[in-house]
């Protein structure tokens, strides 16, 4: 009996090895194909660039017609204060607005021949040192009357920062000819050039609901503060200059504090237009923050200059970005007709600088800043000399100018990990004991917060049939249909639509790495007897924006959009169109953490046309995103302002309830 049960066994063992061995044989026949016909391209070249340039620029504030002085003042004063409370003191900056900032003077070493170097770190937030360099006249007494001040800020210099030989000789030549000058470290650069100060960074405070921006403003205003402290400032001459980044810090401070008298903006910043025609110019997260094209543009902020003396600088033949050719103009044509209303002309001023005119604050641009100090904070000096000062031999080392700073300086990591233990804010999510009631009016709530944070419209679907492929014969035949969705009328989203044999349910599936590389996913779907709809939404797959796709991203949030939120959108509006074709609700299937999120997102808000959802490595937390340092470079739609602060992934999830989520 029992060699007999030993034989069966046996006998059934290779029956299953041999139709393991068969379905091995044929599910990379399949597969293949199935891959294959999601590769097909459906997209015209350049079609998502062209669409998000097109989304972008419509979305940006043109200059406002001016009739009066008046009337510019009054608006000015609105984008000011809007740009401030709306922009850039979001969240918990507006308290680190109020705090007070601690400044600790360290020690004075020499610098030469009428001036001495006083090394300073100032808080611009609490727990966020910044060092810097005050250069400083010898011989100032209480006595010795006002003089000028100037804050030096730079820009992308990572290995120099504030210790870079042109910023040096900048402040040398400015504390020479009786000027205070203050050389501050910029986030990022020189001292500060850390992992966690990096730019891309800061959108983890945006995710939190605070003002990635904030810091940024705060070390350059912390720095105004500092200078006027001092005995002998002279609040009515108070001036600003720097090169690239530093460029896009001038005409920031300067347009939004109005204690800045004199502005030099060199090769810094351009219109958002301006950008979205020339890809040099499109800006990192500090100089393209969330929301600030929906108060304005870049040209209005020149605008906001008039009357105060401004000089423009840009290079003729910039190897970096903001070449003058393009940037300068519009720029012009905006503050041009302002500072006329002022009767100021004379006090807006252009520089081209055009040798050596790469990307450059060199002898020529540092002299027509020379110029601008003695026109207006000098006129009454006649041996005032805008000729530089060869100060060669007094450049110190990094190491001469190192301020020292705790080794626990706070980053953009640790402000955002701070933060996120304290959200999210929302509603709690009900549990079992409050009863089915109380669960519905919380999803009810929640839809609409959650609606509020990814910016959530409806979008219309317009569905045009592109061409059809077969793969296969018989039971195993695999037919393709080629869509292109129109959505809104400004996006269109390629969609492969896989049916073998008779399906009576629907999967949309999209995946982070794009459509072609969820191809095993489809054939088990496939092979389940679901029909299978294939999308690339927005940013991702064959809807990828190619170069600069992340700063566009960043362009899409900065005119008041959330790339979150259009993926979502696609979403819920393909979702509805299969709903209305099929007559079912459809599954959701998503494969990374990154379209994860927008699945949540878009079944939560979609309770109607979207059965469950299944996801594929997605997050257990949003702070996750901030525990792994992860930059809006890489994965923008994570970066959605605010999200965290009303939600984390268990909440969506609540929000799908009692639809069905798993996990894979």
């Known amino acids: 009996m029992d060699s007999h049960c030993e034989v069966v066994s046996m006998y059934l063992l290779r029956l299953t090895l041999a139709a393991l061995f068969i379905a091995l044989l044929q599910v990379p026949a399949s597969y293949a194909g199935v891959k294959q016909l999601l590769q097909s391209k459906i997209l015209g070249p350049g079609t998502p660039l062209q669409e998000v340039i097109s989304f972008t620029g419509s979305r940006v504030p043109p200059m406002p017609v001016i009739e009066s002085k008046a009337d510019w003042e009054a608006r000015a004063s609105l984008i000011r204060q809007r740009m401030l409370d709306e922009v850039v003191f979001r969240g918990e900056a507006s308290r680190w607005r109020k705090s007070k900032s601690s400044v600790q003077w360290m020690e004075t070493i020499p610098g030469g021949p009428g001036y001495r170097i006083r090394k300073v770190r100032f808080e611009a937030l609490p727990g966020l040192w910044i060092p810097a360099l005050l250069y400083e006249p010898e011989g100032l007494t209480k006595t010795s009357g006002r003089i000028p001040v100037v804050l030096n800020v730079n820009g992308h210099d990572r290995p120099n920062g504030k210790a870079a030989d042109y910023k040096q000789i900048r402040c ?19 001292q500060l050039h850390k992992p966690e100060y990096g730019h891309y960074l800061m959108n983890q405070l945006d995710l939190c609901g605070t003002s990635g921006l904030a810091p940024f403003y705060l070390s350059m205003s912390r720095g105004i503060d500092l200078l006027l402290a001092h005995p002998n400032a002279d609040p009515r001459r108070v001036a600003v200059a720097g090169l690239s980044g530093g460029g896009w810090q001038t005409i920031t401070i300067s347009a939004l504090d109005t204690r800045v008298t ?13 950008r979205n025609h020339n890809f040099s110019d499109l ?42 050719g393009h940037a300068l103009p519009p720029l012009l044509a905006a503050a041009r007709p302002i500072f006329k209303l002022y009767g100021k ?10 040798s050596p005119g790469n990307h450059n604050f060199g002898r020529d641009n540092r002299e027509a800043l020379y110029r601008m100090f003695g026109a207006h904070f000098f006129a009454d000096r006649t041996d005032y000399d805008a000729r530089e000062i060869d100060v060669t031999d007094e450049l110190k080392t990094k190491e001469q100018l190192f301020v020292t700073i705790p080794d626990n300086n706070a980053t953009f990591v640790s402000l955002a990990r701070d933060i996120s233990t304290r959200l999210p804010r929302g509603p709690r999510v009900p549990s079992a004991d409050d009863g089915p009631e109380a669960r519905k009016q919380w999803q009810v709530d929640a839809r609409q917060r959650l609606a509020q944070v990814i910016r959530s419209q409806p979008m219309t679907l317009g569905a045009s049939l592109v061409d059809e492929k077969v793969d ?6 695999t037919r393709a249909l080629l869509w292109k969705l129109k959505l809104g009328g400004e996006w269109t989203v390629p969609a492969v639509e896989l049916v073998r044999g008779k399906p009576k349910t629907t999967a949309i599936l999209l995946a982070d790495k794009g459509r072609t590389s969820a191809a095993s996913v489809a054939e088990e779907l496939l092979a389940q007897g679901h029909r299978v709809i294939a999308i690339d939404p927005f940013y991702l797959g064959e809807s990828s924006i190619g170069r600069h796709d992340f700063l566009f991203a960043l362009t899409v949030a900065t005119v008041g959009e959330r790339a979150l939120g259009l993926q979502s959108r696609q979403l819920q509006a393909v979702a509805q169109w299969i709903h209305k074709q099929h007559e079912h609700p459809t599954r959701l299937i998503a494969v990374g953490p990154r379209t994860s999120l927008a699945a949540l997102v878009a079944g939560g808000l979609e309770p109607g046309a979207i059965a469950d959802v299944q996801l594929h490595d997605c997050y257990k937390s949003l702070k996750q995103v901030i525990d792994s340092k992860l930059g809006v470079n890489r994965a923008p739609e994570l970066f959605c302002f605010g999200l965290l602060e009303q939600f984390d992934i268990p909440h969506l999830e609540a929000l799908i309830a009692p639809r069905v989520v798993t996990r894979r």
Request: proline letters at 3%; hydrophobic letters at 40%; charged letters at 15%.
């Open 172 to 190: 040398i030549n400015q504390a020479r000819r009786g000027m205070l000058a203050l050389n501050v470290e910029w986030l990022g650069m020189g």
């Open 262 to 274: 004199l502005s030099d903006p060199v090769a810094g910043y351009s219109s958002f237009l301006t």
């Open 283 to 324: 800006g990192d997260s500090e100089q393209t923050p969330c929301d600030m094209a929906t108060v304005a543009d870049y040209s209005h902020l020149t605008a906001m200059m008039a009357p105060r003396a401004t000089l423009l600088t840009f290079n003729a033949t910039d190897n970096c970005c903001f070449a003058a």
């Open 345 to 354: 002309r004379k006090n807006l001023w252009a520089h081209v600088n055009f």
């Open 472 to 477: 296969g014969d018989g039971a195993g035949q």
